[in-house]
């Protein structure tokens, strides 16, 4: 008995068609379907993952005016106050749109002003409104559980024939 699988295959979401893979087994099947159901919780749950297990040197102040990486990769210096150490290089093999979600996330945490309109835009106030003074620092550590977590599930898929 064949099963179906829908995908998307190397093509905008917006334009194209869902293409139904037939699974030949049932058991390849449920792999796959557990595999997406925690890939979903995972990404739609993503601010509740568990911090990745890193070093965070110092404290106090957890407002961010422009996270800088290091050339390694494994260093970010959040604020002047505060240090991430020992990021896994592999939170940096889950890429979107050409980068990992830490480095989405350091390009756009950051106060910027707009030149044309003059509007300042600063990541800070939802932490500030929100009452949750970490909330940027615990997005980082999350955004590397769930490039981690993801790898994992991704690599351990069965093969399947896509068809050309």
Known sequence: MM???IVRLNSPLFSDK???????????FWRLNRAGRELAAIHLNYEQQEPAQVEIIGGGDYRVKKMCL???KTLLQYNEYITIRNIP?????????????L?????????KTD????????????????RDEKYILKLILSSITVSLKTLDIVESLPEVDFGA
């Open 3 to 5: 099963l179906p699988i």
């Open 18 to 28: 869902p293409r139904i893979i037939l699974v030949e087994d049932a058991e390849k």
């Open 70 to 72: 290091s050339k390694d």
């Open 89 to 101: 290089l592999r939170a940096f093999e889950y890429v979107v749109n050409g980068r990992s979600p």
């Open 103 to 111: 480095e989405w996330i350091i390009d756009r945490y950051q106060i």
């Open 115 to 130: 030149s044309a309109s003059g509007i300042v835009n600063n990541p800070n106030d939802w932490a500030t409104e929100h």
